[in-house]
């Protein structure tokens, strides 16, 4: 028996985002739990099953804003249980078709998720994180907020606080769960971030270049956590500027200026000829 969830299968507006899949998604953006009403909080450290993770669809996904087409006619599926990375240039609609995901963006075309039982969880990690730096915040306020149901500034659930302290030591920021969010380096703060997607445990994790303020030693965590969530059978979605490391990390990986070039596993992907093309102004042909 197996569960699907569809996003949608016409042009979509505002209204789109109530779906499912949009809605979990975007809770979880702006740092409402999206567990099930079953779940208990736990880290992606806990033993899980494998094949928990849903095959994610795109088909025929177009986005236009404007008079300016920014996908067009998207199509490629994500297997359960993969690393499957999302790469291309600056402009060319990665981010785009992942708040399309979200529920954020009017679409055209179709989206589903189809679970290998009862719909599961889905996480989302943004690339950077915007806020006041001077706010007295603390990462473990940080943490509260994003990951309890119960608001901050009334102090850290003792229902949560096993899993957050669990989840920061996992990223290496345990010992720093006391120090302002405005203090932390671009590499902690991304480190944090990291931690909350942690919690509760999801199925299908979306990733937003959580390399890019990384040092080498949040490199190593993240690739540490990748292993661990493949081996969960977690599916994984993954925008990713760095091409050695998707080369080397990834299942499967599609290359996307605004419409698919290619898709295929690293290896055939990550060819000098496909790339050309794939940061080139304009794409010339798909492959």
């Not at 473990?140 to 149901?149: S, V, Y």
């Not at 959580?210 to 292993?227: K, N, W, Y």
Request: a positive charge; proline letters at 7%.
């Amino acid at each position: 028996m197996t569960a699907k969830e569809t996003i949608s299968t016409r042009p979509s507006g505002p209204a789109d985002t109530e779906s499912p899949v949009g809605a979990s998604l975007l809770a979880k953006a702006v740092g409402q739990s999206t567990s099930l009403p079953n779940d208990t909080p736990q880290s992606r450290a806990s033993s899980l099953p494998q094949g928990l993770g849903p095959t994610l669809d795109f088909a025929e996904v177009s986005l236009t804003l404007g008079r300016t087409r920014i996908l067009d006619q998207v199509t490629f599926q994500v297997q359960p249980g993969s690393v499957h990375a999302l790469v291309g240039p600056n402009g060319g609609g990665k981010s785009s078709l992942i708040k399309t995901l979200l529920g954020q963006m009017p679409h055209q075309g179709r989206l589903s998720l189809q679970w290998p039982g009862t719909p599961g969880t889905i996480g989302y990690v943004p690339q950077a994180l915007e806020f006041d730096r001077g706010l007295p915040m603390t990462v473990e306020d940080f943490m509260a907020a994003m990951c309890q149901r119960r608001p901050a500034f009334l102090g850290l659930s003792k229902h949560y606080a096993a899993a957050i302290g669990e989840a920061l030591e996992r990223v290496g920021m345990q010992d720093k769960r006391k120090r302002r969010m405005g203090a932390l380096s671009g590499g902690e703060r991304q480190r944090v971030l990291l931690a909350q997607g942690l919690i509760p445990a999801p199925q299908l994790l979306v990733l937003d270049e959580p390399m890019s303020a990384l040092d080498e030693a949040g490199i190593q965590v993240f690739e540490r956590l990748l292993g661990d969530w493949r081996r969960s059978g977690i599916t994984v979605l993954w925008i990713e500027h760095d091409l050695e490391a998707v080369g080397r990390l990834a299942d499967r990986v599609t290359g996307l200026n605004r419409r698919v070039l290619f898709d295929a596993a690293p290896k055939q992907a990550l060819t000098p000829e496909r790339l050309l093309t794939l940061f080139s102004t304009h794409p010339r042909s798909a492959a």
